[in-house]
C-alpha cells in the first residue's frame, strides 16, 4: 500500500503564494510521476501540474507561469509553489503518485485532498 499525505492548503488573497507538499511512502518501489490535480465544486477533476522521476514537468495552461512544482526523489515528497494565486484557483487539490510495485504490478494513487481558497 501507498500513503500520500498533503499538507500546506488554506485561505488566502488573491495575488498572494501558498506551498503544497505531499509525502509518499509504503510499497513505492519505483515512482514514475507525481503531480497535483484540483477539483472545484461542479467541475471535473484536472491536472495542475505533474512531474516525473526524471525531472521533466508540464502544467495546465491556466497556471503556466504561476504555479512550480518541484520534488525531492530521495524523500518521496513533491512540492507545488502557487504563487499570484487567483479566485479561479480555489479548490480542492489532490497529490497523485504513479509507478510500480515490487511485484511489477502497477498502481495510481491519490491523496486524501486539501482545500485551497482564494479570495477576491
Known amino acids: 500500500q501507498v500513503q500520500l499525505v498533503e499538507s500546506g492548503g488554506g485561505l488566502v488573497q488573491a495575488g498572494g503564494s501558498l506551498k503544497l507538499s505531499c509525502a509518499a511512502s509504503g510499497s513505492l518501489y519505483s515512482i514514475y510521476a507525481m503531480g497535483w490535480y484540483r477539483q472545484a465544486p461542479g467541475k471535473p477533476r484536472e491536472l495542475v501540474a505533474k512531474i516525473t522521476s526524471g525531472g521533466n514537468t508540464n502544467y495546465a495552461d491556466s497556471v503556466k507561469g504561476r504555479f512550480t512544482i518541484s520534488s525531492n526523489n530521495a524523500k518521496n515528497t513533491v512540492y507545488l509553489q502557487m504563487n499570484s494565486l487567483k479566485p479561479e484557483d480555489t479548490a480542492v487539490y489532490y497529490c497523485?503518485?504513479?509507478?510500480?510495485?515490487?511485484?511489477?504490478?502497477?498502481?495510481?494513487?491519490w491523496g486524501q485532498g486539501t482545500q485551497v481558497t482564494v479570495s477576491s
Open positions: 497523485n503518485a504513479n509507478g510500480i510495485d515490487d511485484s511489477a504490478r502497477g498502481y495510481n494513487y
